[in-house]
């Protein structure tokens, strides 16, 4: 069965850095786009970023455009985000996910295409 794992949230100060994981089991991830999402309470989920199968394109929703970095480890079959200067509105639960038909990122899916889904790592950020 094909699905993800999430890994990596935790508790942070405001400036501070965290590194999630997302691991794939039951198919190769290397084939398909992964995006990462975050929704936090009473907020609709959120598309944070996006990896193509081939890494030649990935986006980053303007919120953290030049303080995430998304990157994919093809022989540990995970999708990495890594989250540097972290704010006040970055606490959510972050989650992969992928449509196993996409290669290409589609910005704006609607999160129902989405048919393989993690369960998500909570991330806080706090003084």
């Known amino acids: 069965q094909e699905q993800f794992v999430e890994s990596g949230g935790g508790l942070v100060q405001p400036g501070g850095s965290l590194r999630l994981s997302c691991a794939a089991s039951?198919?190769?991830?290397?084939?398909?786009?992964i995006t990462w999402f975050r929704q936090a309470p009473g907020k609709e989920r959120e598309e944070v970023s996006c990896?193509?199968?081939?890494?030649?394109?990935?986006y980053y929703a303007e919120s953290v455009k030049g303080r995430f970095i998304i990157s994919r480890d093809n022989v540990g079959n995970t999708v990495h985000l890594q989250m540097n200067g972290l704010k006040p509105e970055d606490p959510a639960v972050y989650y992969c996910?992928?449509?196993?038909?996409?290669?290409?990122?589609?910005?704006?899916?609607?999160?129902?295409?989405?048919?393989?889904w993690g369960q998500g790592t909570q991330v806080t950020v706090s003084s």
């Open positions: 039951g198919f190769f991830l290397e084939n398909y786009a």
């Open positions: 996910a992928a449509d196993l038909v996409r290669r290409a990122c589609v910005y704006g899916l609607p999160t129902r295409q989405y048919n393989v």
């Open positions: 990896i193509s199968s081939s890494d030649r394109s990935m």
